[in-house]
Nanobody
């Protein structure tokens, strides 16, 4: 069982920046693909960014050029640097860890951290 603990959310003005962190309780952090998802009120959860065990990254079109995902395997932590924030970025942001085993997908979620972009 892997526990994921997010931090770094809060209230920020449009155009501002925040950095989210997600610390994982596993000694094999490096093998997991790590991702950030978000869910706004009344909407489905959506992928924001993902980084694989080989540090390949992928982003939602809505955040490309503004958000950067990174990982520090020595600290068992994944980050999401969010710049040029917009009101539409307001959501609960969730950390995800996953990997494929032989016959199933192993997946874990954090509890979420609120990001509010408002003037």
């Amino acid at each position: 069982q892997v526990q994921l603990v997010e931090s770094g959310g809060g209230l920020v003005r449009p155009g501002g920046s925040l950095r989210l962190s997600c610390a994982a309780s596993t000694s094999i952090f490096s093998v997991y693909t790590m991702g950030w998802y978000r869910q706004a009120p009344g909407k489905q959860r959506e992928l924001v960014a993902v980084i694989t065990s080989t540090t390949s990254t992928n982003y939602a079109d809505s955040v490309k050029g503004r958000f950067t995902i990174s990982r520090d395997n020595a600290k068992n932590t994944v980050y999401l640097q969010m710049n040029s924030l917009k009101p539409e970025d307001t959501a609960v942001y969730y950390c995800n860890a996953n990997r494929w085993l032989v016959v199933r997908r192993e997946e874990y979620w954090g509890q979420g951290t609120q990001v509010t972009v408002s003037s």
